[in-house]
C-alpha cells in the first residue's frame, strides 16, 4: 500500500511541475523581454503637416519643461481577454508640452486649427479593431495651456492598446477636446 501511495504521490508532483511550465524556453523569454517596449527604447515620433517640420520627436518636446498629466479612462473588460464581465480603469502617466509650444517649434505659431489623427482601438475577444478617428482643435484653444501633447510614460505596464503612445490630452475644464492616446499625425493649417 505505501508503494501505491508513493507512486501516486510522484505522478500528483510531476503532474504539478508539468503544468506549472511555461512552454517558452529561456531563449524566448529573453527574446519577448527584449521587444517589449519600454520607456528607453521607444521613439515617439509624430508626422507632422503643414508645416516645415514633418516630424516631431519627444526629443523635441524635451526642449521645454515637460508638464505630468495623470489620468484615467474606463475599458471594457474585455480586451483584457475576460469577454465583457464589466469594465476596468486605467490609469496613465504622461509627459507633454502645450499645443501653443508644440506650434511655436513646428514654426506655426499663426494656425488657425489643428487636425489630429489617430485610432481608436478596440478588442472584440483576442481581436484587435482599428478605427481611424480625427478631432480638431481650433481658435484660443491654440494658445492654451490646457491642452496638451503628451508621451505615455507607464504604457507597458496599462495601456497595452495604443500604437504610438502619444496623445492629446486636455484638462477637465476644456470639455470640446477629445483625448486620444494613438495619436499618429498631427495636420495644421
Known sequence: ?????SVLLLIALLSTMLFSCTSK??????SE??????????TWTLEVEGADVTEYTRADGEKHELSKVYGSVMKAND???TNGTGSVQISFICEGITI????????????????????VITFKGAEK?????????????LKSDDVLIGWVCNKKDVLFDSDTYVGV?????????VSNCSVS?????
Open 100 to 119: 501653443r509650444e508644440f506650434l511655436e517649434d513646428v514654426g506655426r505659431p499663426d494656425a488657425t486649427k489643428v487636425t489630429y489623427y489617430g485610432d
Open 25 to 30: 524556453t529561456p531563449d524566448v523569454v529573453a
Open 33 to 42: 523581454e527584449a521587444a517589449a517596449i519600454n520607456l528607453e527604447t521607444m
Open 185 to 189: 499625425k498631427i495636420v495644421i493649417e
Open 1 to 5: 500500500m505505501k508503494k501505491v501511495i
Open 129 to 141: 479593431y482599428h478605427t481611424p478617428m480625427s478631432c480638431t482643435i481650433e481658435g484660443d484653444l
Open 79 to 81: 480586451q483584457a481577454g
Open 169 to 177: 490630452f486636455a484638462s477637465a475644464t476644456v470639455l470640446d477636446v
